[in-house]
């Protein structure tokens, strides 16, 4: 499992899986997850983009095998997440353009990449993206406690996403085997790990950076989103040429539930700006 130390900064982890033929040099792609979750939630899309791409997965600062060796309450910003991720595609793809896909939260690191660093990215993939936590969201995360933050802390990290597991992410139905994975697999995260992250995302507005980007772009939302209703029109209206997917589904973790689906949209927006057919 690789690993990125750097001096004075948060380390850094990620995972390879690379299926691609040995003798081809090829493309790198990168797939962030969002809040509170792990490289492992990727795990379905594995099998889909592998053969034809090298897929990178990294654990955010802090969460999955990512140490918590830096301060919490202070190092959630969204120049340290844009500085590790540069630090991820700096390792590797030394000096190529990657594709990168990200999911909520690490959609939001994507723009901030888009915008700022247009010169490291070949395609962006944003899923279940939002410009912003509005309260709205932050409130139904509270659980009924007087924070977001409050709710974390009082019931821990497995606990917590448990608990908002039904009312958020997952549709109606959904296995009960299937909760209790991603509840353990969250629940891994150190809780401070969680409220800083929290405390720095409802920080994070990237509206202005959005308007700036060029980077072909490929958006994948629930038609009727709980979470991202307003802002996956925001998407189409503020990104240049966007190309926008909406999936039929109310719940956020359209990424997971629907793995497939988001996968192959995304395997062939990479490949079609490679200008290379991701098929045998």
């Not at 795990?43 to 791409?53: C, E, G, H, I, K």
Request: charged share 20%; net charge neutral.
């Amino acid at each position: 499992m690789p690993f990125i130390k750097r001096a004075g900064q948060a380390t850094l982890h990620y995972k390879i899986d690379d299926f691609t033929d040995p003798w081809k040099n090829a493309p790198v792609i990168i797939l962030q997850h969002g809040f509170g979750r792990t490289s492992n939630l990727w795990y379905r899309w594995v099998p889909y983009l592998s053969r034809f791409f090298k897929v990178v997965r990294p654990d955010l600062r802090g969460h999955g095998d990512a140490p918590l060796d830096f301060d919490t309450q202070t190092g959630y910003t969204a120049e340290n997440l844009l500085g590790d991720m540069l630090a991820v595609v700096d390792q590797v793809s030394p000096g190529v353009p990657v594709h990168y896909c990200g999911e909520s939260i690490g959609g939001i690191v994507g723009m901030v990449l888009a915008a700022e660093r247009p010169d490291r990215l070949r395609t962006l993939a944003l899923v279940s993206a939002p410009f912003s936590i509005p309260k709205h969201t932050q409130e139904v995360f509270a659980l009924g406690y007087s924070s977001w933050q409050e709710a974390m802390r009082t019931l821990g990290s497995e606990k917590w996403t448990a608990a908002t597991n039904g009312s958020t992410r997952f549709p109606a139905g959904t296995e009960a085997g299937l909760l209790d994975w991603y509840a353990k697999d969250m629940g891994r995260n150190d809780v401070e790990a969680l409220v800083g992250l929290s405390l720095g995302a409802i920080k994070f507005d990237v509206s202005a950076q959005a308007a700036r980007i060029k980077t072909p772009t490929l958006g994948l939302y629930p038609g009727n989103g709980t979470i991202t209703r307003f802002d996956q029109e925001r998407v189409r209206n503020t990104i240049p040429g966007v190309h926008m997917t909406l999936l039929p589904s109310e719940a956020h973790s359209i990424q997971f539930y629907m793995a497939k689906q988001c996968a192959m949209q995304v395997l062939y927006h990479a490949a079609q700006h490679d200008g290379t057919v991701c098929d045998e």
